[in-house]
Nanobody, 125 residues
């Protein structure tokens, strides 16, 4: 499975961006798909994922209602709408997908077998 992320860019604090992640194959079975991020000098951080099938979503604590994850089944694509962006949201955002169902450690990068190339998000103050 290949994941193609897009939608990053430069935005002022308080602005919005929408990230997209398209999978090369139809998503089937019980998997999770979503986003991690990594800022310079920091570890990878869980952002958000959505389970497949169903609509269960998970968010990192720092999101605090600012981000919304959604998916388009027909397009095999997951979206991350990011609002009220802050300078500390600056990072490379990676699209991820698990190989199978995740029963625990939803926030652990090791739970995800597939990673996209990353898209840069820069928030200026």
């Amino acid at each position: 499975v290949q994941l193609q992320a897009s939608g990053g860019g430069l935005v002022q604090a308080g602005g919005s961006l929408r990230l997209s992640c398209a999978a090369s194959e139809r998503t089937s079975g019980r998997v999770a798909m979503g986003w991690f991020r990594q800022a310079p000098g920091k570890e990878r951080e869980f952002v958000s994922v959505i389970r497949w099938p169903g609509t269960t979503t998970y968010y990192g604590d720092f999101v605090k209602g600012r981000f919304t994850i959604a998916r388009d089944n027909a397009k095999n694509t997951v979206y991350l709408q990011m609002n009220s962006l802050k300078p500390e949201d600056t990072a490379v955002y990676y699209c991820v997908r698990s190989h199978s169902v995740i029963t625990s450690a939803i926030t652990d990068p090791q739970s995800y077998a597939y990673w996209g190339q990353g898209t840069q998000v820069t928030v200026s103050s």
